[in-house]
C-alpha cells in the first residue's frame, strides 16, 4: 500500500539554524500539507499546496516557514532561523480529493537546542 | 467551522465495539464530519467522512444522527491495536483544504 515518507525521522539542530524537512507524498496525490504536534499538544495545521502553490496557510506559518516542491515528487518545509519553540512533531500528509482522506507520513521530530 | 465535543477518553474491552460520541450541534447543511485517529505518537490516520448519510468502510461505521448535530464512531470489534486518540473534525470540504484537529477522545482497549 503506498505511504507517505519523512525524513530524516529525528532532526536536531541549534537555535538560528536552517532545517529542511523533507516528505514524499503518495505518487499520484495533487494535495499536499505540513502540520505539527508539540509535545503533549494537539495536531496543528501549518499549510496546504496544491498546483505549485500554497493554498491556505495557518497563523503559524510565518516568514520563516516555507514550502516547495523541488522535483515533483519532494515536498519540503524550510525554517529558516529555528527558534526553541520550533521543536515539535512535524506531519506531511497528501491527498488526491482535496480535503477528504489525507494520508499522513510518520513525522520528523525536530529537536531545536 | 462548527465546534465539535468530544469526551476525552473511554475504555473498551477488547472484541467489544467501541463506541465513541462527538457533539456538533452547530453544524452548518454543507459541513462534513471526519474521523481520524492517531496512535501513540504517530501521524493521523484518515478513518472515515459523512456528509448525511451513514458510512461504514472496512474500519468503522459513522452514524450521523438524522438533524446532523452529532455523530457516533463506531468500530464493531475493537482491538489492542484500535487504543488511540480519535479525532472528531467538521470541516467545509470545498473551500477548506485543512484539518482542524482538537483533543479528541483518548481510546484504550482493555484484555
Excluded at chain 1, 507517505?4 to 538560528?16: A, D, I, K, R
Excluded at chain 2, 475493537?78 to 483518548?106: E, S, W
Aim: charged share 20%; glycine share 6%.
Amino acid at each position: 500500500e503506498p505511504e507517505v515518507t519523512q525524513t530524516p525521522s529525528h532532526q536536531v539542530t541549534q537555535m538560528g539554524q536552517e532545517v529542511i524537512l523533507r516528505c514524499v507524498p503518495i505518487s499520484n496525490h495533487l494535495y499536499f500539507y505540513w502540520y505539527r504536534q508539540i509535545l503533549g499538544q494537539k495536531v496543528e495545521f501549518l499549510v496546504s499546496f496544491y498546483n505549485n502553490e500554497i493554498s491556505e496557510k495557518s497563523e503559524i506559518f510565518d516568514d520563516q516557514f516555507s514550502v516547495e516542491r523541488p522535483d515533483g515528487s519532494n515536498f519540503t518545509l524550510k525554517i529558516r532561523s529555528t527558534k526553541l519553540e520550533d521543536s515539535a512533531m512535524y506531519f506531511c500528509a497528501s491527498s488526491n480529493r482535496g480535503p477528504y482522506e489525507q494520508y499522513f507520513g510518520p513525522g520528523t521530530r525536530l529537536t531545536v537546542t | 467551522d462548527a465546534k465539535t465535543t468530544q469526551p476525552p477518553s473511554m475504555d473498551c474491552a477488547e472484541g467489544r465495539a467501541a463506541n465513541l460520541p462527538c457533539n456538533h450541534s452547530t453544524i452548518s447543511g454543507n459541513e462534513y464530519v471526519y474521523w481520524y485517529r492517531q496512535i501513540h505518537s504517530q501521524g493521523p490516520q484518515y478513518i472515515i467522512h459523512g456528509l448525511k448519510n451513514n458510512e461504514t468502510n472496512e474500519m468503522a461505521s459513522l452514524i450521523i444522527t438524522e438533524d446532523r448535530k452529532s455523530s457516533t464512531l463506531i468500530l464493531p470489534h475493537a482491538t489492542l491495536r484500535d487504543t488511540a486518540v480519535y479525532y472528531c473534525i467538521v470541516r467545509v470540504a470545498y473551500n477548506n483544504n485543512d484539518m482542524r484537529f482538537g483533543a479528541g477522545t483518548r481510546l484504550t482497549v482493555k484484555p
